[in-house]
């Protein structure tokens, strides 16, 4: 980041690519990659220390995922468009499905063992804890008809966290705070889609 340099590591070999997949980070060596547009039943996985990827798991009755996690020894992915977050056992590979009652369109999470989930159909913004199953509205963020945001979680500091939303257009921009429930616009004066973007928070 620093640097502002790009450095080309290599090809994709030993999975099939795709786009639009899922991506989450156990914290160790592995970096997880679950579903995608084409490839929509298999987690993948690639070691940040072999630089190699591998074929891990294959999936059933699932599709395209808009958020994963990995939080005490499970891996927890949120399903576009469905009433479903699944659970896999990191260790025995079992999956458990938990219903949710909202379906998401985006989502993101704090590493925490909570997903910050935005429907857009019903405009609903909920904060999901994987571990009380419980889910807490939050306050709207005021997005129009016709507009898809994407959501990315930032830990600003130990006291001060924030969702950021991108979209097709600068209007599409906002920053959630999670302490105040507040959001406000941000970075209006960039004209560029960033929608189906991938992005990530990154602290220097």
């Known amino acids: 980041m620093k640097s502002k340099s790009i450095e080309h590591i290599g090809d994709i070999e030993g999975i099939k690519g795709d786009t639009n997949i899922s991506v989450c980070y156990d914290g160790q ?31 059933l009755g699932y599709s395209l995922q808009v958020s994963s996690m990995i939080f005490k020894g499970s891996l927890y992915s949120v ?12 260790t025995n590979k079992t999956i458990t499905d938990h219903q949710i009652d909202t379906k998401p369109l985006s989502a993101c999470h704090d590493n925490n063992g909570n997903f910050f ?4 159909s019903s405009k609903r913004f909920i ?11 939050l306050n709207d963020i005021p997005i129009t008809n016709g507009q898809y945001l994407f959501v990315m979680y930032h830990r ?34 960039i004209n560029q889609n960033r929608g189906w973007t991938a992005s990530t928070s990154i602290t220097l």
């Open 79 to 90: 399903s576009f468009g469905e009433n479903k977050i699944f659970q896999f056992d990191l």
């Open 117 to 120: 989930i935005l429907e857009i």
């Open 127 to 137: 904060k999901y804890n994987v571990e009380t199953k419980q889910s807490i509205n």
């Open 156 to 189: 600003e500091s130990p006291t001060s966290s924030y969702i950021y939303t991108f979209g097709a257009s600068p209007d599409c921009n906002f920053k959630y705070s999670i302490e105040s429930n507040q959001c406000e616009p941000f970075f209006r004066n």
């Open 29 to 59: 060596d592995h970096i997880y990659l679950v579903n995608g547009i084409i490839s929509n039943n298999r987690i993948d996985r690639f070691n940040i220390k072999t630089m190699k990827f591998e074929s891990y798991h294959q999936l």
